[in-house]
């Protein structure tokens, strides 16, 4: 049995929901096939948000860790490439932190690259009819802060699990109230993660 750890941000910015933390919890923590989901939701803060991964996965041992964040303004469901070693924020995080030209960790490598089958996933979300492209550039934001601090972590401790990050854009909901904004349905959303899933347990059972 493959275990997957994958993680939804909390509402921030004043907005009153997060597509991530929405898809998240429609993923729900069940069995998939031969794969266990177990899904969590993250505070939208620096430092506490890594924390939290951190602690689920010592308490977990997931195969892989995929982390959901949201990108106000895509056109599409975001896979990143590319985990900073920087903290850099625009906006404050939900408990006021705002840090400027930060490295995440001094001692760290300048950036990790994901390591899920990154154009695998972008290609087979795109076959079931739903705008999918590679990013490389998750920000400095809190999204980024995790991408990176979990690749780190896992990376200091050796332990032979895949990390990515998927962005996804704004909801219908969210899109109203902007100026041409793109958006996409929650149900779009997950279907995308659960393909997202389902190469990257294929990509373990292949390793």
């Not at 049995?1 to 921030?12: A, H, N």
């Not at 069940?30 to 939290?52: D, L, Y």
């Not at 959901?68 to 490439?81: K, Y």
Request: hydrophobic share 45%; glycine share 8%; net charge negative.
């Amino acid at each position: 049995m493959l275990r997957i750890l994958v993680t939804g941000f909390d509402p921030f910015g004043g907005a009153t929901v997060n597509p991530a933390s929405l898809a998240v919890q429609k993923l729900g923590n069940m069995m998939r096939g031969n794969v266990q989901v177990i899904a969590r939701e993250i505070p939208t803060v620096f430092g506490k948000s890594a924390k939290v991964v951190q602690d689920a996965i010592l308490g977990l041992s997931p195969d892989a860790v995929i982390s959901v964040g949201q990108a106000g303004g895509t056109p599409g469901i975001r896979v990143e490439r590319i985990a900073l070693n920087l903290d850099d924020a625009r906006i404050p995080d939900n408990e006021g932190n705002s840090p400027c030209d930060s490295p995440i960790d001094p001692t760290g490598p300048v950036a990790y690259w994901a390591t899920i089958p990154v154009r695998d996933v972008v290609d087979e979300i795109q076959r079931k009819g739903i705008p999918a492209f590679i990013s490389y550039n998750a920000g400095t934001f809190v999204c980024n802060h995790v991408f990176y601090s979990t690749c780190n972590f896992i990376a200091m401790k050796n332990m032979p699990i895949k990390v990515g990050f998927i962005h996804v854009p704004y909801l219908p909901c969210q899109a109203t109230a902007k100026e041409q904004a793109p958006s996409m349905s929650l149900d779009c959303i997950v279907t995308a993660l659960e393909v997202a899933l389902e190469v990257v347990a294929e990509s373990i059972a292949v390793d």
